[in-house]
């Protein structure tokens, strides 16, 4: 059974840094495009960041170019998210999701979600 957990989230101040990891078990993570989607109270969920199985091609909504980092270490079944220069904005609940064919950023179209991990920067 899939099972994807995400951990590093909490309070930081604007303008810190957070490491946002997500634990892949149950599927070859190796063979896994991975995403991370957030979503703000009364918002919809938005696409943050996604990289393919192999790690090779990533990509990034306008709003993380230049301050996210979106990795993940297949031996470890582990996806990451650096997140540098937060801001208030960017408080949310973090999800990870698992994509079998390839990374997109559409919600929809991933086959695996995490529960979450909350992520609060204040001004």
């Known amino acids: 059974q899939a099972q994807l957990v995400e951990s590093g989230g909490g309070l930081v101040q604007a303008g810190g840094s957070l490491r946002l990891s997500c634990a892949v078990s149950g599927l070859t993570f190796s063979s896994c495009a991975m995403g991370w989607f957030r979503q703000a109270p009364g918002k919809e969920r938005e696409f943050v960041a996604s990289i393919s199985a192999s790690g090779l091609t990533r990509n990034f909504a306008d709003s993380a170019k230049g301050r996210f980092t979106i990795s993940k270490d297949n031996a470890k079944n582990t996806m990451y998210l650096q997140m540098n220069s937060l801001k208030p904005e960017d408080t949310a609940v973090y999800f990870c999701?698992?994509?079998?064919?390839?990374?997109?950023?559409?919600?929809?179209?991933?086959?695996?979600w995490g529960q979450g991990t909350q992520v609060t920067v204040s001004s």
């Open positions: 999701a698992a994509d079998m064919y390839r990374p997109s950023t559409v919600a929809d179209e991933y086959d695996y």
